[in-house]
């Protein structure tokens, strides 16, 4: 669409435009579309749309093999559904060790939602936001994790799983003790007892940055990898006519990161939890 | 670009699909497979179990064979064997009953060649005195000689 435009003006325009988050606010009594800079209470509707319908578009589709499945002989979607339900669960198996009903679903709906959510990458990046335009909808941001409050949405889940099961697992001492008497152990007894709130007090800042970097790395890796490939995207289709080409190289080389970051994430997921359950 | 309210949306959306998964997606699944590893084990089993008893019902099956093939060459001798003797038998029967036959036979043809004897002579006698007495006519009285034609009947 910018290739009509040439100047640097209209490209970073353009860009902008297609980094802009569909936003609604509240201020001063009235809803306010798309003047909700530094206002917390902001709602990105087209994250939240496309999340959500994504969200839906895989309940949908494993709901209806889940509701018909048979023991039988399976048939050709249901094979489908099933081998990803056993390649999940696999690697939950190999990773997570104890006894969950949870942790395999989790994995599992953040592994094909985080799929489908990236795979809205290689929809071309002017399609959806062109059709919005002409429905009167001027900003529309496809893909939801490129968004950061989505992907940091997700990780924060996450870290609340992470302290439930630690506290699940350890009791609230357990946990204590975990942020405070690793890596250094206090003494426990003799002159070194002076020194004991000092090395507690260092144990429980480099513990609470080791347990706070698990969602913040969680989020910012998946953010950071779909919103640098939908970057690269938005920049080829400035191109002209020489993004064909390259637009369906970098589409190619794009469907390894789309399932490489959902598997990394929910691994990760799966990962963190399996610590917080373990005794180290 | 900033950290808005979409982060919560966004946490809940996530927390109401895992647990919808949870409930409704994982469980079915999960045991579908299980219950399908289960029957493809079981039909596996089965299949061996299947196998072995066909081997052994095939044995079996041999072993009867083999039986029944003894037994019919036992059935077979004894035929034979009991045939033989029945031929001995009906030889001997045969050998004993001409035997008779051929006793009864002699025994008639001599009691025919003594009747036939008998009656010759007793013709002879008649002739030879119907002889004589044509010869004798005049001289020779039957009744005053019958003591020596007597005599010479019974040296014929």
Same mark, same amino acid.
């Given at each position: ?13 353009? %860009?902008? =435009? ?24 902001? %709602? ?5 749309? +496309? ?29 489908a559904i099933e081998s990803? %339900? ?10 997570? =060790? ?12 953040? +592994?094909?939602? $985080? ?8 929809? #071309?990046?002017?399609?959806l936001p062109l059709a ?10 496809? $893909? #939801? !994790? !490129? ?34 008497? =690793?890596? @250094?152990? #206090? ?11 000092? @090395?507690?007090? +260092? ?11 698990? #969602? ?15 970057? @690269? ?19 190619? +080389?794009?469907?390894? %990161? ?12 799966? $990962? ?9 | ?10 946490? /809940? ?17 999960? *045991? ?5 590893? *289960? ?31 003894? *037994?019919?060459?036992? /059935? ?54 119907a002889s004589a007495e ?5 001289? /020779? ?16």
């Amino acid at each position: 669409m910018a290739t009509e435009g040439h100047g640097a003006q209209d490209a970073s325009g353009y %860009i902008v =435009h297609h980094l802009q988050n569909l936003q609604v606010c509240r201020v001063d009594g009235a809803w306010v579309w798309n003047q909700c800079e530094g206002n917390f209470w902001t %709602i990105n509707v087209d994250s939240m749309f +496309f999340s959500v319908f994504l969200g839906l578009v895989f309940i949908g589709l494993f709901w209806s093999v889940a509701r018909k499945a048979t023991s039988g002989v399976p048939g050709r979607f249901q094979a489908a559904i099933e081998s990803i %339900i056993e390649f999940i669960d696999k690697t939950v198996n190999e990773t997570f =060790h104890a006894k969950s009903n949870v942790i395999a679903p989790l994995a599992l709906t953040v +592994f094909v939602w $985080v799929f489908f959510m990236n795979l809205m990458d290689l929809i #071309p990046v002017d399609w959806l936001p062109l059709a919005a335009s002409k429905l009167g909808i001027e900003y529309l941001k496809v $893909v #939801p !994790t !490129t968004d950061v409050n989505v992907t940091f949405g997700m990780s924060i889940a996450v870290f609340v799983l992470i302290i439930f099961y630690t506290i699940k697992a350890k009791g609230v001492t357990g946990f204590v003790a975990e942020l405070t008497l =690793h890596p @250094i152990a #206090p003494p426990k007894s003799g002159i070194g007892l002076i020194f004991a709130p000092v @090395i507690i007090a +260092f144990n429980f800042i480099l513990e609470s940055v080791a347990l706070l970097a698990k #969602p913040l790395s969680l989020s910012l890796r998946l953010f950071g990898n779909m919103f640098a490939g939908e970057l @690269i995207f938005i920049l080829i289709a400035l191109l002209g006519l020489w993004q064909l080409p390259l637009h369906f190289g970098w589409a190619v +080389f794009h469907i390894l %990161i789309v399932t490489l970051q959902a598997f990394i994430f929910m691994m990760l997921t799966v $990962v963190y939890l399996a610590l917080a359950v373990e005794k180290h | 670009m900033s950290i808005t309210l979409t982060l919560i949306g966004q946490s /809940i959306a996530m927390l109401v699909f895992v647990l919808f998964c949870m409930k409704y997606i994982w469980p079915p699944l999960m *045991q579908a497979l299980e219950e399908r590893r *289960q029957q493809i084990a079981d039909g596996l089993a089965a299949g061996e179990r299947a196998q072995t008893d066909l081997e052994r019902a095939r044995q079996e099956a041999d072993k009867i064979i083999g039986e029944a093939r003894n *037994q019919a060459m036992d /059935i077979v001798d004894q035929a034979n064997k009991r045939g033989n003797t029945l031929v001995d038998e009906a030889r001997t029967e045969g050998q004993r009953e001409r035997e008779r036959q051929l006793e009864a036979a002699r025994t008639e043809i001599e009691q025919e060649t003594n009747r036939v004897r008998e009656e010759l002579r007793g013709q002879v006698s008649a002739i030879a005195v119907a002889s004589a007495e044509k010869i004798l006519q005049r001289e /020779i009285d039957a009744s005053t000689h019958q003591d020596i034609l007597g005599k010479l009947a019974n040296e014929l």
